[in-house]
């Protein structure tokens, strides 16, 4: 197989002429700020949670900043010696003390854009901006969802429906460019390295310029993460760059991988961005002491080197991606003030809806498995809101499949048939029982009626699910037979959570024909030696009921455990035990 190529919204100065007329009347102040804030909430009611944003600290918050945040921030002249406080509206020129390059007047109306929008038959996205000067589409933590479960038709997220998104955006004429904060995948086996593969030609198609790095996408090798981004400097500088300013291979920062900065332009507007690894994560990547040919360095440190190296650039953005804590991205804010945005991890899978102000910066948690997407959008002519943003739940209502998308699932899924991932001796393991799987059909030798229920259940469908699809399943259905990740619940004798298939479980079509189906056994393990006791084999009494004891499930431990391991909360989030039981429920032993 041929390698791949190594391939402002603090809305006016505190103190300067831009800041708000305040009201000096006690009487009407009185009136006055109650009936802004009421309409402040109206508007948010009905912009459906789409948050336009004019952030103003308050003098408390701006004199809580710590020492080390006020030495770096000195430490770099100000244009305006006057301006003791940058409004986050006013060019990175003033508030990272870099000179910014002029931009030519591009304001449309939000009317303009909202009729647009109305033109077509789409539901709406951010329809309320005027023409952004550059659109960031950001996220993070993919954790290995390149699609949404098929299990549930409602679940969010995916690349097809964010392609949908992206080209939605680019239609109306609006520059988008994509960042990541990294964590693409959840395991470091072969078929996270190819999911990776997958994710990176999705992410070129959707624009994205930089993306970090997690210690699971560490995890997959330093050797094969060479081989993901084109060794010439130049031209990665033009492509899809993987980054981690703090993060080394095999001892030589002269590789270009990871790219330690990256300065690019969605249409005129330039933007510079740094991203590290929090400290927090380390760990993660590798057990101390053990040798992966991956090293780390301060983050702080490669921060002040690429602030420094960002004065020559005139950048109009500054942004950081931290694959870390929340906490870890507020002290960030905090020690660099002139990062306008940080895309950070270690948020919710679910996030909230609108970022969180840290001094100047705002704190972007996209959330996790790409269910969402945070829209960033530039307005520099408009001194009162210079950013926007809306964070986009990739849902099916409002978004659909795009075909690109699903003929990259399609390549996914035959590399996954090709190269015979099922089959991989890195997933085999023992049962703990030292049992064998012998399948349902031989259950129903003796548990005839069990059996004929199981039959009428989709558990006996499972298989043939995966292979030609269901109702409902969005674009055209493509097979997951040969896919790990979805034979572990959908065939018989695989451990569900840890996708791993068991000496005797499931391989394939041709010689597990009798493991069909989310069988018997899943539930009530392996039934190889109370099979063999029944038909005559060996055993004294006590064995016997030792063997039969083995195979029984109680309600209670159904309820409790046995049915989550794959009816858990990615799988089957409106998954509801009493329910479903009445669906299943087998009480007889003949």
């Known amino acids: 197989m041929p390698r791949h190529r190594r391939q402002h919204a603090l809305a006016g100065s505190l103190g300067g002429k831009n800041r708000p007329a305040q009201c000096t009347s006690p009487k009407l102040g009185r009136v006055f700020w109650p009936c802004l804030l009421g309409l402040?909430?109206?508007?948010?009611?009905?912009?459906?949670?789409?948050?336009?944003?004019?952030?103003?600290?308050?003098?408390?918050?701006?004199?809580?900043?710590?020492s080390t945040e006020a030495e770096t921030s000195s430490s770099l002249p100000l244009q305006n010696s006057a301006v003791s406080v940058l409004p986050w509206n006013t060019p990175l020129a003033q508030a990272a003390q870099v000179p910014a390059e002029p931009l030519p007047s591009k304001t449309t109306s939000p009317e303009a854009t909202s009729k647009a929008a109305s033109d077509t038959s789409e539901p709406p996205v951010a329809e309320?901006?005027?023409?952004?000067?550059?659109?960031?589409?950001?996220?993070?933590e993919t954790n290995g969802y390149l699609e949404p479960c098929g299990c549930s038709l409602t679940q969010s997220g995916g690349m097809s429906r964010r392609l949908d998104l992206f080209q939605r955006l680019t239609k109306r004429g609006w520059p988008v460019a994509g960042l990541d904060a990294g964590g693409f995948v959840k395991r470091s086996r072969r078929q996270d390295q190819i999911k990776y593969e997958a994710i990176l030609t999705a992410l070129r198609s959707l624009n994205y310029q930089v993306i970090g790095l997690g210690p699971a996408d560490l995890r997959l090798g330093a050797d094969f993460l060479l081989t993901q981004q084109v060794a010439d400097p130049e031209e990665v500088q033009k492509s899809l760059a993987i980054s981690g300013a703090n993060v080394t291979f095999f001892e030589s920062p002269d590789l270009g991988t990871p790219l330690r900065t990256k300065t690019f332009k969605i249409?005129?507007?330039?933007?510079?961005?740094?991203?590290?690894?929090?400290?927090?994560?380390?760990?993660?990547?590798?057990?101390?002491?053990?040798?992966?040919?991956?090293?780390?360095?301060?983050?702080?440190?490669?921060?002040?080197?690429?602030?420094?190296?960002?004065?020559?650039?005139?950048?109009?953005?500054?942004i950081l991606l931290n694959n870390g804590t929340?906490?870890?991205?507020?002290?960030?804010?905090?020690?660099?003030?002139?990062?306008?945005?940080?895309?950070?991890?270690?948020?919710?899978?679910?996030?909230?809806?609108?970022?969180?102000?840290?001094?100047?910066?705002?704190?972007?948690?996209?959330?996790?498995?790409?269910?969402?997407?945070?829209?960033?959008?530039?307005?520099?002519?408009?001194?009162?809101?210079?950013?926007?943003?809306?964070?986009?739940?990739?849902?099916?209502?409002?978004?659909?499949?795009?075909?690109?998308m699903e003929n990259l699932m399609a390549d996914y899924q035959k590399r996954l048939e090709l190269e015979q991932i099922s089959l991989a001796p890195e997933l085999v393991i023992p049962h703990p029982s030292g049992r064998k799987f012998v399948g349902s059909k031989v259950c129903g030798d003796c548990h005839t009626k069990a059996y004929e229920k199981w039959e009428e259940t989709g558990h006996a469908k499972a298989t043939k699910s995966i292979i030609h699809g269901r109702g409902g399943i969005e674009g055209e259905y493509i097979s997951r037979i040969y896919d790990p990740e979805c034979i572990n619940c959908h065939t018989t004798g695989w451990e569900a959570q840890q996708v791993l298939r068991y000496d005797s479980g499931y391989r394939d079509l041709e010689t597990s024909a009798h493991l069909f189906g989310n069988g018997c056994e899943n539930c009530h393990s392996p039934g190889s030696e109370h099979?063999?006791?029944?038909?005559?084999?060996?055993?004294?009494?006590?064995?016997?009921?030792?063997?039969?004891?083995?195979?029984?499930?109680?309600?209670?431990?159904?309820?409790?455990?046995?049915?989550?391991?794959?009816?858990?909360?990615?799988?089957?989030?409106?998954?509801?035990?009493d329910k479903y039981w009445k669906e299943i429920a087998h009480p007889w032993r003949d």
């Open 40 to 66: 402040a909430c109206l508007t948010t009611l009905l912009t459906g949670g789409a948050w336009v944003m004019r952030l103003l600290p308050s003098d408390a918050q701006l004199a809580s900043r710590s």
């Open 128 to 140: 309320d901006w005027p023409r952004p000067q550059a659109v960031l589409m950001l996220s993070a």
């Open 267 to 318: 249409g005129e507007v330039k933007a510079c961005v740094v991203s590290v690894l929090g400290k927090s994560r380390r760990d993660d990547v590798a057990p101390a002491g053990v040798a992966n040919n991956i090293t780390f360095s301060d983050p702080d440190e490669e921060i002040r080197k690429a602030i420094e190296q960002f004065k020559g650039e005139k950048p109009h953005l500054l």
């Open 326 to 404: 929340v906490d870890e991205a507020k002290e960030f804010a905090r020690k660099f003030p002139a990062f306008q945005l940080i895309v950070t991890t270690g948020g919710p899978e679910d996030p909230q809806s609108k970022p969180v102000m840290e001094g100047r910066s705002w704190i972007i948690q996209p959330g996790q498995k790409g269910k969402y997407v945070s829209l960033v959008g530039y307005f520099p002519d408009d001194v009162k809101t210079p950013f926007r943003y809306e964070l986009i739940d990739l849902d099916n209502r409002r978004f659909k499949a795009t075909k690109p």
């Open 531 to 577: 099979v063999r006791i029944e038909n005559g084999g060996k055993a004294t009494e006590d064995e016997q009921a030792a063997a039969r004891l083995a195979m029984r499930v109680t309600l209670d431990q159904a309820k409790k455990t046995t049915c989550y391991q794959c009816h858990d909360g990615d799988n089957s989030p409106g998954f509801e035990f």
